[in-house]
């Protein structure tokens, strides 16, 4: 089950292979733009805490659908179009990047999402209280290696292929340093 690291390796991976992604002027302000998207769905863990002290009350149900996906993305990419050091970001890559943390969560979990809601409502049910939620988002992170190794050789083999230049840490690791 991909949990935040695991969310925004995809992000970083959708990024990389899209066309105009890799943002190169600031590197910071796009990573924090693509961890925020990528773990956006997830806004319904945080929402059932403070409301009622659980975070599988609404967890997988609307964030986790293609409605969902299509007005933040919508939302995202007029914000970082707002914000000058994101100029360019488009709709169909905030939609990507958004939209890949619920296709992560269908096809690597056996709970269900909301793909189509309002038309379906699947929830995740259960009981996850604070304490559950941080020990398994820090303690539970392990379980993201597969999903960050498998990434991380899709991004080199992206750069490779396209005569990119490779990471930092991967270039020193290819050369044997």
């Not at 695991?6 to 990573?31: E, R, V």
């Not at 773990?39 to 659908?65: A, C, E, K, Q, W």
Request: aromatic share 12%.
């Amino acid at each position: 089950m991909p949990l935040p690291l695991g969310h925004t390796a995809i992000g970083l991976a959708i990024n990389d292979i899209y066309p105009k992604g890799s943002f190169t002027d600031n590197p910071w302000k796009p990573f924090v733009f693509v961890v925020a998207l990528s773990n956006l769905p997830d806004i319904d863990v945080i929402t059932g805490l403070m409301l009622y002290g659980n975070g599988d009350v609404f967890h997988r149900g609307p964030t986790h659908s293609l409605l969902f996906g299509l007005i933040m993305a919508l939302i995202a990419s007029r914000v970082g179009n707002w914000w000058s050091k994101i100029s360019g970001v488009s709709f169909l890559w905030c939609f990507l990047v958004i939209f890949s943390h619920v296709l992560a969560d269908a096809i690597l979990t056996h709970v269900p999402v909301s793909l189509w809601w309002p038309l379906e409502l699947n929830c995740s049910g259960g009981y996850s209280g604070w304490v559950d939620v941080i020990n398994f988002v820090v303690f539970g992170a392990i379980r993201d290696v597969g999903i960050i190794v498998t990434v991380a050789t899709v991004i080199v083999f992206n750069r490779i292929i396209r005569h990119k230049p490779l990471p930092f840490a991967f270039s020193r690791l290819l050369k044997g340093r």
